[in-house]
Nanobody, 115 residues
Framework: QVQLVESGGGLVQPGGSLRLSCAAS????????MNWYRQAPGNQRELVAT???????NYADSVKGRFTISKDNAKNTVYLQMNSLKLEDTAVYYC?????????WGQGTQVTVSS
């Protein structure tokens, strides 16, 4: 059973930066897409960023120009660089991997933006 382990969350002031990582416990073959989602209290889970097999990326309008998704295929790891963080970025962030073998979710990591 593949597990996705997230790290890098924490408390940061507005305008600050964080880098989230999501590593698979073992190799995942035939990955199609890797995503980051987030869910704030009382809100639905929303898609934040996507990176495809070819490296194409897509972002939610709310994070465009501030967040960058990247991946290291050799390490089965996906990253989310978050800059210029805002109060409204506070949420639990989840990674997701869609592969031939199925969908995998991480356990979530808390990001809190507060002064």
């Amino acid at each position: 059973q593949v597990q996705l382990v997230e790290s890098g969350g924490g408390l940061v002031q507005p305008g600050g930066s964080l880098r989230l990582s999501c590593a698979a416990s073992r190799n995942i073959f035939s990955i199609y897409t890797m995503n980051w989602y987030r869910q704030a209290p009382g809100n639905q889970r929303e898609l934040v960023a996507t990176i495809t097999l070819s490296g194409s990326t897509n972002y939610a309008d709310s994070v465009k120009g501030r967040f960058t998704i990247s991946k290291d295929n050799a390490k089965n790891t996906v990253y989310l660089q978050m800059n210029s963080l805002k109060l409204e970025d506070t949420a639990v962030y989840y990674c997701r991997v869609t592969a031939r073998s199925g969908n995998y979710w991480g356990q979530g990591t808390q990001v809190t933006v507060s002064s």
